[in-house]
């Protein structure tokens, strides 16, 4: 029997497991040719890398019964977090974290919201000190996902 537990690892892994060629080929193609390469502008890559990351942060909640805290951040999907307990699961889900479509990391912001788990995965867009252009993908995990 199916549960759903399995359906949403089952999709993840999917997910995951195209991911890392297809982002490999599109960042290859956006170094030589730009980002209008295959006609999408620049906030349609940071739409499908947050889409990508949450499949990665749902990976990493399953394994490690939670999400990386703010101070571990998208780094804990390449690399252990120190602070990650001995005996939680842990693996490697992705070989790097993407940057933004400027070259800037991804930020990454989690909170608690009515025992709703949060994430914003947001991009600082084309000027980082302007906060008018920033880009956000938000998305929630219910308390059931990790359990």
Same mark, same amino acid.
């Given at each position: 029997?199916?549960? /759903?537990? /399995? !359906?949403?690892? +089952? ?6 497991? +195209? &991911?890392?060629?297809?982002? #490999?080929?599109?960042?290859?193609? %956006?170094?030589?040719?730009?980002? &209008?390469?295959? &006609? ?6 940071? %739409?499908?890398? &947050?889409?990508? !990351? %949450? ?5 990493? /909640?399953?394994?490690?019964?939670? +999400? ?8 804990? !999907?390449?690399? /252990?977090?120190?602070? !990650?307990? #001995? ?25 608690? #919201? ?27 995990? %219910? ?5």
């Amino acid at each position: 029997m199916v549960t /759903r537990r /399995r !359906l949403i690892i +089952l999709s993840a892994v999917g997910v995951l497991s +195209l &991911g890392p060629g297809l982002m #490999a080929i599109r960042h290859t193609l %956006q170094s030589v040719f730009g980002y &209008g390469v295959c &006609g999408h502008p620049p906030e349609t890559y940071v %739409q499908s890398d &947050g889409k990508l !990351l %949450q499949s990665a942060l749902m990976m990493f /909640r399953l394994n490690a019964r939670r +999400l990386p805290t703010q101070v571990e951040g998208l780094e804990a !999907l390449v690399t /252990r977090p120190a602070t !990650l307990p #001995a005996d939680a699961r842990w693996v490697q889900i992705m070989t790097r974290v993407p940057n933004d479509p400027w070259a800037n990391p991804y930020l990454y912001q989690t909170w608690t #919201a009515s025992g709703i788990e949060n994430v914003r995965i947001s991009s600082t867009g084309p000027d980082p000190s302007d906060p008018s252009d920033d880009i956000a993908e938000t998305f929630s995990f %219910q308390a059931d996902h990790a359990k």
